[in-house]
């Protein structure tokens, strides 16, 4: 089963979500992380699929200590989304994504996080299937 695309595009559906919060933090607890200032990347792969959900889910996480304003928080969680709709068809199935937007990020630039997010999901991409052995200090 595929996920549903509404009108033509890759939209961000509710089955590529990841539904329940302890998923989240059986991932942030025991996935591996990809970091840099303040966005972390964590991420784990199921072992089987659940609800014959076979392709990659993601999460975002924007605390309020991270970022006061609902505005800037609402505008990382949108331009998180919209790195993981560009690129979840190259992501392996049965990956869960969680990004995490940690520390003051309220300068943070739309270009900035799009160009971390883009590589660490391309990195994520290319990785091997065996344990995502590929150094990611250039990231």
């Known amino acids: 089963m595929v996920p549903a695309k509404s009108k033509g595009y890759a939209a961000f559906t509710r089955s590529e979500r990841l539904p329940r919060s302890s998923l989240i933090l059986r991932i942030l607890k025991n996935g591996k992380k990809i970091t840099r200032d303040c966005i972390a990347v964590y991420f784990a792969k199921r072992a089987v699929a659940e609800e014959d959900i076979h392709w990659a889910r993601f999460a975002i996480v ?8 609902a505005v800037g928080r609402n505008r990382l969680k949108r331009l998180a989304r919209e790195m993981f709709r560009l690129h979840k068809q190259q992501l392996p199935p049965l990956l869960d994504i969680v990004a995490v937007v940690q520390g003051p990020c309220q300068k943070v630039s739309n270009s900035d996080f799009r160009l971390f997010m883009g590589r660490a999901l391309k990195w994520l991409a290319s990785s091997d299937e065996k ?5 990611y200090k250039n990231i």
Do not use: D, M, P, T
């Open 131 to 135: 344990g995502y052995h590929i150094s």
């Open 62 to 69: 924007v605390r309020k200590k991270s970022c006061k304003s």
